[in-house]
């Protein structure tokens, strides 16, 4: 199989940010010195410790630090939200969110090389390409559990994961976060992902309309997005990647060049568990984070509806240390087992290289 990386960058493209915004719409931890305390649960969550509007900011220079997030997935919003909240601020950090779009690969090469700093990102869409580029890129925690669906018309005959032998399934892109995610679904159901079932690029606007029509009998993509689909089409959820084979799997995680890791540790440190700090509140108040995402940056669709989709995501399980390092090993043996990654790849080896344990 062709570098699944280099296929999603001919298929999906670089979005524009506002572009990608708008086509995903259509359809419709503050810690450390100086910090309040980081409480860690028996999950992995971070206990909020935020409330209410921050103290004004100190005098002095921020430390900057430059991350890359994909601006169209409703994942993301938390940490847009707790700049403007000034959690970063007052954890002495000037945070630049930097959209590359939404290909893993680009991320990965951009954080190697320095263009920016840390990144967020869909850890299945990050091994390969780590791998490939033999990047300097240290995973360093889960933000959150699945934020992806596959859904069918409501008339479909398919109920189970199994029934899509023979079927077709649109994505926004062959190689798309998506993708990749649910190879592994469909091959734990028993099938060939690659031969028992037929993959084809939509255009992620058209996604809906595509089963609608009966062009494809089933779609897979993210969220805001395949919620706004399954409302608006009234479609059915098949499959999700916060049950069965992802239950209690991490889906996104941050990163970090090694390089400005090894020199700026403690700054890495604010930064992670700030933006765990975010999610957490997040999970607690969705809509207040929602009204904010929808008002800055006019998405296409209502407050109403990302409150009700970071309402369903798991947003307080952060895997970190040796949970996350086993995580991330589970994941590259799945990279595998569906011809993502290659075999020869050590899988206890390789994630020992790629992650780094940031609390200690």
């Known amino acids: 199989m062709k570098n699944s ?21 259509v359809g419709g931890a503050i810690a450390a010195a100086g910090g309040l305390p980081l409480v860690l649960g028996s999950s992995g969550s971070v206990g909020s410790a935020y409330a209410g509007e921050p103290e004004k900011m100190k005098t002095g220079a921020l430390k900057k630090v430059r991350l890359a997030w994909a601006e169209p997935a409703s994942c993301h919003a938390p940490m847009s939200f707790a700049i403007e909240k000034g959690m970063f ?23 190697d090389k320095g263009k920016v700093d840390m990144a967020s990102h869909l850890l299945v869409d990050w091994l390969d390409p780590i791998d490939k580029q033999k990047a300097g890129v240290k995973i360093i925690a889960g933000t959150h559990d699945g934020c992806q669906r596959i859904l069918v018309s409501k008339s479909s005959e398919i109920t189970t994961v199994a029934d899509l032998k023979g079927k077709t399934i649109a994505v926004g892109g062959i190689g798309d976060v998506a993708y990749l995610a649910f190879l592994v679904t469909v091959a734990k159901a028993g099938l060939d ?57 991490t889906c996104c995680v941050l990163g970090a060049n090694s390089e400005f890791l090894r020199n700026n540790r403690d700054v890495v440190r604010k930064v992670t568990t700030t933006i765990l700090e975010a999610y957490d509140y997040t999970s607690a108040m969705p809509r207040e984070v929602a009204e904010f995402y929808v008002n800055k940056y006019k998405p296409g669709y209502s407050a109403e509806n990302l409150t009700s989709v970071l309402a369903a995501l798991p947003l307080r399980r952060h895997p970190l240390g040796k949970d996350l390092l086993g995580e991330v090993a589970d994941s590259i043996d799945d990279m595998k087992e569906v011809k993502v990654m290659s075999a020869s790849v050590d899988r206890a080896k390789f994630a020992a290289q790629i992650t780094d344990n940031i609390m200690v």
Do not use: C
């Open 89 to 111: 601020a007052k954890q002495g950090i000037d945070l630049e969110l930097v959209y590359l779009g939404i290909v893993g690969a680009d991320q990965i090469k951009a954080m």
């Open 193 to 249: 992902p690659h031969n028992d079932v037929k993959w084809v690029a939509v255009p992620y606007d058209k996604l809906g309309e595509a089963v609608d029509s009966g062009k494809a009998d089933a779609l897979a993509t993210l969220d805001a997005l395949a919620y706004l689909n399954k409302k608006q089409f009234d479609m059915r959820e098949v499959a999700n990647t916060q049950t069965g084979h992802y239950d209690n799997r």
């Open 5 to 25: 990386s280099n296929n999603s960058q001919k298929t999906v493209g670089t979005m524009s940010r506002r572009v990608a915004l708008k086509t995903l719409a």
